[in-house]
């Protein structure tokens, strides 16, 4: 048993860095986003609230799966662009999870409860008052005071949203991305053994193990503010 481990071990670990590239990417493209989509979502311009608020519809509405076979194929048959399976899966996972976090900070400025709840209405008014005496704008208000805080008030949604996308990541082996999922699932149709597959599940746990303990001191540094 160990003896086959050890030679699994090392490819499953490759699949792993897939895995984690393709965890980063998302993160990185996609919390970015969130925020304009947000924004546009409380826009006073009907159109851009009306786009982003379908963007958001359809991208919660739809199950990632189907968004990955979307992508994967609609690309090379409509418009004769070939995408390989991994920027594809960075695309998808990106303008899917933009979504949500977009719906998270939605609700960060829409909580209304005298500032208990959370978001830019827990914001004390005299803050707003105090920027708009010293000069500065809305823009700038929201910038440099308003967002910091929301940020840290949305901090435990987003975490949970992030021990998700870990998980959402062996998807993408729908699409024949050689993540570790897609690496497991190879050597048991070829070993007839399960052992991959309970290798995998260690390997994710300790994924999301360092990434609990990770957020949860972001949280309680961050509550500090």
Known sequence: MMAYIGEILPLMLQGAIISLKLFVLTLVLSLPLGLPICLGEQSRIAPIRWLCKTYVFIFRGTPLMLQLFF????????????????????????????????EIFRAGIQSVDDGQMGGFNSIDKGQYEAAYSLGFTHSQTLS??????????????????????????????????????????????????????????????????????????????????
């Open 71 to 102: 992508f994967y194929f609609f690309f090379p048959i409509q418009l004769g662009i070939r995408m390989a399976a991994f920027p594809t899966a960075i695309l998808t996972f990106s303008v899917n999870y933009a979504a949500y976090f977009a």
């Open 144 to 225: 440099k005071i308003v967002i910091p805080q929301m940020f840290r008030i949305v901090i435990p949604p987003i975490s949970n949203e992030v021990i998700t996308l870990i998980k959402d990541t062996a998807l993408a082996s729908t699409i024949a991305l050689a993540e570790m999922m897609k690496v497991a699932q190879g050597m048991v149709n070829r070993d007839g053994t399960l052992v991959p597959y309970v290798l995998a599940a260690g390997i994710y746990l300790v994924f999301t193990f360092v990434m609990t303990i990770a957020l949860g001191r972001a949280e309680v540094k961050y509550s500090q503010y």
